[in-house]
């Protein structure tokens, strides 16, 4: 079982920015080959945010987030960070940290075997 543990989320207005971590065990990057973000806002689906391979630190990004959002690692304190940067009301939702195996650049949920709780962003105007 592979923990992760999402922080970083919280209230802030438009325009502004967060980074949300994800952290977790050490010896997840052996049984993982990336880390990823996705959210759900309240009653719509959940959506793939941005997903970094752990190895060679390739990511890929939803349309609605590039060029705002950055995915990052730090292999050695096991994080992962998304950096959110000109965060509009639509930001606003859970965000939840996965772990799994990625096979190319989509968004496949089932890819992902491991979840975080999550953390709430909060983006008004």
């Known amino acids: 079982q592979v923990r992760l543990v999402e922080s970083g989320g919280g209230s802030v207005q438009t325009g502004g920015s967060l980074r949300l971590s994800c952290t977790g065990p050490r010896y997840a990057y052996s049984i993982v080959n990336c880390m990823a973000w996705f959210r759900q806002a309240p009653g719509k689906e959940r959506e793939g945010v941005g997903f970094i391979y752990t190895g060679g630190g390739a990511t890929y990004y939803a349309d609605s987030v590039k060029g705002r959002f950055t995915i990052s690692r730090v292999n050695t304190n096991n994080t992962v960070y998304l950096q959110m940067n000109s965060l509009k009301a639509e930001d606003t939702a859970m965000y939840y940290c996965?772990?799994?195996?990625?096979?190319?650049?989509?968004?496949?949920?089932?890819?992902?075997?491991?979840w975080g709780q999550g953390t709430q962003v909060t983006v008004s105007s």
């Open positions: 996965a772990a799994g195996m990625c096979a190319g650049f989509w968004f496949r949920e089932d890819d992902f075997r491991y």
